[in-house]
C-alpha cells in the first residue's frame, strides 16, 4: 500500500498506524526486560519494524563487505522514533520502500554512489565503529544494549565486534533475538489476511500445474514451473527454497536434481511455501504423473502417505482457539497407533510462520511429540499461525484467529494428479 510520510509517498505493506502500534509493543518488551536500546540486524525484524527489504544483505558477502552487513535499526525505549543505519547503495530503498524517517548512511570515504558522496568508513575507523559512536552521541549508548546474537546478520565476526565497540561506551551487551521473534507470533488482523492470501497463492500455484508436467521432465524443470505458476499468482520468492523429491531421489531436504527424471505413473513429493508480503504459508503433496501405477502405489512412503491422510478430520476436529498443542498431538498419537503407523513418521509437529526471508522460514515456536520439542503449556492462542507436519509427508499450515481455528490449504490431503 501507499502511504504519506514527510509528503513523499512509501509503498509499504500496511498502515501506519500498525509499525506504530509494533513499535510501542517492541518498547514496552524492552522495559519489562530491562534493556534500553535494542539493535536489530535480521531482515525478518527490519521488515516488521519499517517494511525495508532487499535482496541482498552482505550476510555472506567478502571480507571489503563485512562492517556493512551490521547495517540495522537502533530502538530506545524511551524515544519514539527509530535510527536505521545503512550503507550508502541501500538509501534509495530505504526512502521508497520503508517507513525509516531517520536514515544516517556510512560509506567508504570519497567514494560516490548514485550521484551522492558518502564519507566515514576508513581503514582505520569500521561502519560499526561509526554507528556505535553515533549512538554514543545520540545518548543512547552506555546503558543495557541487546543485540540480535541468534541470527546470521552479521556474522559472528561482525556482532562480536559491535559488542566489543558498545563495551567501550560502558554498555552492558545481552542477547535481544526473542523480542520481536515473540512478538512476531501473534498476528494483526491484516497480517492475518496476508496469510490468507498466501495461502491462495499456494493453493492456486498447485492447480495452475495441472497439466504442464510431463513424463521425462527433471526435478529442475518442475521447479522452474513452481516458481513460474506461483509467481503469476502474486507469489514472491520463499525464505526455503521449494522442495521438489521425484521418488528415485527422496532424502527430505535435497535440491531439486537435473539428472533424475520423471517417470509416467510415478510419483513425486513438492514441500512448498506461497508467499504474500513476505508472510509464508506452507503445504507439502505427493503428485503423481499421470494414473499412479501400481509400483508406485506399493512404494513405503505413498503406503504410509495414503494410511495417513484421514488425519485430517482429526485435525479439524480438534481444532479450536487457544488449545494446547500437547491435546492435538495426542489425538494424533492415538490414531496413529491405532491405524499400526505410529514410530514410522517423519516428524509430528511443526513451527510459526509468518513472515521470512532466505535462508528461513521456520519461525521461533516450535512443538513436537518428542524431546526437547514437547511444551505441554504451549497454546495456539488466537493470532497464531504455525506449519503443521503430520509425520508421513503431508504438511499444512494452521490458523487461529479469536472466533475460529483451521487448516489453511484446500489442497486435499490426497494424492494430485497432474
Not at 492447480?207 to 526435478?219: D, H, N, V
Request: glycine share 10%.
Amino acid at each position: 500500500m501507499s502511504i504519506i510520510i514527510n509528503g513523499k509517498e512509501r509503498k509499504v505493506p500496511f498502515p501506519l498506524s500498525e509499525y506504530r502500534t509494533r513499535l510501542a509493543n517492541i518498547k514496552e518488551e524492552m522495559k519489562k526486560n530491562g534493556i534500553d536500546m535494542l539493535y536489530i540486524s535480521s531482515p525478518e525484524s527490519l521488515f516488521y519494524v519499517s517494511g525495508y527489504q532487499a535482496r541482498w544483505y552482505r550476510a555472506n558477502s567478502g571480507k571489503k563487505w563485512y562492517q556493512f552487513s551490521a547495517g540495522g535499526i537502533a530502538l530506545h525505549a524511551d524515544y519514539d522514533y527509530f535510527i536505521h543505519y545503512e550503507a550508502p547503495v541501500e538509501k534509495k530503498t530505504i526512502e521508497r520502500y520503508s517507513i525509516a524517517e531517520n536514515v544516517r548512511i556510512f560509506g567508504d570515504e570519497g567514494r560516490c554512489s548514485l550521484g551522492e558522496q558518502y564519507g566515514g568508513v576508513t581503514a582505520e575507523t569500521s561502519f560499526v565503529q561509526l554507528v556505535v559512536s553515533d549512538l554514543q552521541n545520540e545518548g543512547w549508548a552506555g546503558g543495557t544494549v541487546a543485540l540480535e546474537l541468534a541470527s546470521y546478520k552479521p556474522s559472528p565476526l561482525v556482532s562480536s565486534e559491535m559488542k566489543k565497540q558498545f563495551e567501550k561506551t560502558g554498555s552492558v551487551v545481552v542477547n535481544g533475538t526473542e523480542i520481536i521473534k515473540n512478538l512476531r507470533g501473534k498476528k494483526s488482523s491484516l497480517e492475518l489476511e496476508y496469510i490468507i492470501k498466501a495461502g491462495k497463492v499456494l493453493d492456486q500455484g498447485i492447480a495452475a500445474l495441472r497439466g504442464k508436467i510431463k513424463p521425462g521432465m527433471s526435478e529442475l524443470e518442475i521447479q522452474g514451473l513452481v516458481y513460474h505458476e506461483f509467481s503469476k499468482q502474486g507469489g514472491e520468492i520463499p525464505g526455503i527454497a521449494h522442495g521438489i523429491y521425484s521418488q528415485n531421489s527422496f532424502y527430505v531436504h535435497q535440491m531439486p536434481n537435473r539428472d533424475v527424471k520423471l517417470e509416467q505413473g510415478g510419483f513425486f513429493y513438492m514441500d512448498l511455501a506461497g508467499v504474500y508480503n513476505r508472510y509464508h504459508v506452507n503445504a507439502s503433496r505427493i503428485f503423481s504423473v499421470g494414473r499412479m501405477n501400481e509400483k508406485s502405489y506399493n512404494h513405503p512412503i505413498v503406503d504410509a502417505y495414503l494410511k495417513s491422510k484421514g488425519s485430517r478430520k482429526i485435525v479439524e476436529d480438534a481444532l479450536e482457539p487457544g488449545m494446547r498443542a500437547h491435546d492435538l498431538l495426542t489425538r494424533l498419537k492415538d490414531y496413529y497407533r491405532d491405524l499400526g503407523v505410529l514410530g514410522s513418521e517423519l516428524w509430528i509437529g511443526g513451527y510459526e510462520m509468518g513472515i521470512a526471508f532466505p535462508p528461513d522460514w521456520c519461525g521461533p515456536l516450535v512443538y513436537g511429540m518428542h524431546g526437547t520439542e514437547i511444551d505441554y503449556n504451549l497454546r495456539f492462542d488466537p493470532g497464531t499461525v504455525v506449519n503443521f507436519e503430520q509425520g508421513y509427508f503431508i504438511i499444512d499450515t494452521l490458523v487461529f484467529t479469536q472466533d475460529r481455528a483451521f487448516v489453511l490449504s484446500e489442497t486435499p490431503w490426497d494424492i494430485i494428479e497432474v
